[in-house]
């Protein structure tokens, strides 16, 4: 079973950054899609981006490309995802996946196998 813990979530002002960690229980973590994902009051959880395990490909939401960023560090087993220029409307608890089976990502969240508990983010005006 593999065990997902996201951190880093908090309150900026828009224009501010934050960076969130997502970090794996698993050594086997390097086989796996991850992905982070986003959910605001009363709406779907939405994709935001996804990385290849191995380094290689991402692909961000339109809504946030050219502002953040996803990247790993596999002698961690973890992912991070760097968020620069926020605005209000990215304020929503986000969540860290990983996809085991299939391709290296989806973007739909009933691809993906496991997921952290969730970390909030707040952007004020």
């Not at 050594?27 to 899609?33: H, Q």
């Not at 953040?68 to 002698?75: E, H, K, L, V």
């Not at 760097?82 to 986000?94: F, G, I, R």
Request: proline share 2%; aromatic share 12%; glycine share 12%.
């Amino acid at each position: 079973q593999v065990q997902l813990v996201e951190s880093g979530g908090g309150s900026v002002q828009a224009g501010g950054s934050l960076r969130l960690s997502c970090a794996a229980s698993e050594r086997t973590f390097s086989r796996y899609g991850m992905a982070w994902f986003r959910q605001a009051p009363g709406k779907e959880r939405e994709f935001v981006a996804a990385i290849q395990r191995n380094g290689g490909s991402t692909s961000y939401a339109d809504s946030v490309k050219g502002r953040f960023t996803t990247s790993t560090d596999n002698a961690k087993n973890t992912v991070y995802l760097q968020m620069n220029s926020l605005k209000p409307e990215d304020t929503a608890v986000y969540y860290c996946a990983a996809k085991v089976r299939g391709s290296w990502y989806a973007r739909g969240p009933d691809n993906y196998d496991y997921w952290g508990q969730g970390t909030q983010v707040t952007v004020s005006s």
